[in-house]
Structures are given as structure tokens and as C-alpha cells.
């Protein structure tokens, strides 16, 4: 919904604790468990096996953003206490500039901030293949699908390329 932009991620914070309580039948209120949800989810900076060694050497030969749907009070201080902070050069974040992966103005507003490169010069890596990689494909970038579960290849999505593991990206990098 919030990729469809049917929900704003304010009311997404509070509306999936609905859901969820009242599928399990709970009278608990949601906005609590979203604040404390929230609170603990910021504080979590495990990186995925092999994003610091991947950063560490490729931050100096390319300029590094995150682009993400997250919401900003969990995004900034989990990039800010992360050990991959001195990496990354912008944090683009939905909540902030008002539109989400895949809608081409969030990936206008990402290459604004980037100082517009050439598109054919910016690689989108992603896990997610409704906002991160079709969004990419429909802006004219070349992909990269992070599938470490080896989920079946869809056909409707022009991926450039394909991993399973972060220290393959090195490989098509350099």
C-alpha cells in the first residue's frame, strides 16, 4: 500500500499494529507496540554478511546512497550508529521527500541529490523486486536483485544482475 501510495507512512505506522492485533484477536492498543516496535528497530545495526568488507572497498571508487521506503526515525540512526555511516554518501528516505520505490519521482529526487549522474552510471541494488528493482528498471537504471532464498527469476523484470550472496557485487564492480 505505502508503494501504491495508498497509505503515508505515518499511517502506516500505526495501521499494520492494527492489523496485526486484531487478526490475533488482541485488545492490546497499537500505538505502544508501534512506538516500542520502532524504538527497538532503530536501534538494530546487523548488517547482511558481507555489507562492511563490500563498503569498506568500494566507498572510495563509487558514490554510495541508500535509497529506502523505511520510515525516518528508524533509517537515520540505524545508518548513523552502523559501522558502514563513513560509507555512504546520502541516506534517500520515502517519508522525507514524500513519494516511495517505485514511483519515478523518488528515484528524480535520489538522482538530484546524487548531482543527476547519468543513469546508465548508477547500479540499483535491491532485495525488493516491486520497489527497488522494477522501480530502477522503469527509470532506466541497470539492476542488481539481491535473491539469497534463489527465488524464481520473474520474466516481466529486465534484472541486469543477479546475486546471492553481497561479495558477488564486488565481482560485477570492479
Known amino acids: 500500500e505505502l508503494e501504491a501510495g495508498t497509505v503515508s507512512p505515518a499511517v502506516l505506522r500505526v495501521l499494520r499494529f492494527e492489523r496485526l ?3 490475533i484477536g488482541s ?12 524504538r527497538n528497530l532503530s536501534e538494530c545495526t546487523h548488517l547482511i554478511e558481507g555489507a562492511h568488507e563490500l563498503l569498506e572497498s568500494l566507498h572510495r571508487a563509487y558514490r554510495i546512497a541508500i535509497a529506502t521506503n523505511g520510515l525516518s526515525v ?28 517505485p514511483a519515478m519521482a523518488f ?8 548531482g543527476n549522474p547519468d543513469r546508465s552510471a548508477v547500479l540499483m541494488v535491491g532485495d525488493s523486486l516491486s520497489s527497488d528493482i522494477a522501480g530502477a528498471c522503469n527509470y532506466g537504471m541497470d539492476t542488481c536483485w539481491y535473491n539469497p532464498a534463489a527465488h524464481a527469476r520473474p520474466e516481466h523484470l529486465a534484472i541486469t544482475y543477479e546475486i546471492r550472496s553481497l561479495g558477488e557485487l564486488g565481482g560485477i564492480l570492479k
Open 21 to 23: 492485533l486484531q487478526t
Open 107 to 114: 528515484f528524480d529526487t535520489a538522482f538530484e541529490r546524487m
Open 27 to 38: 485488545d492490546v492498543a497499537p500505538l505502544p507496540v508501534s512506538e516500542s516496535y520502532l
Open 74 to 101: 528508524v533509517q537515520r540512526p540505524r545508518v548513523g550508529n552502523s559501522a558502514i555511516r563513513d560509507y555512504i554518501a546520502d541516506l534517500v528516505i520515502s517519508e522525507e521527500i514524500g513519494k516511495a520505490k
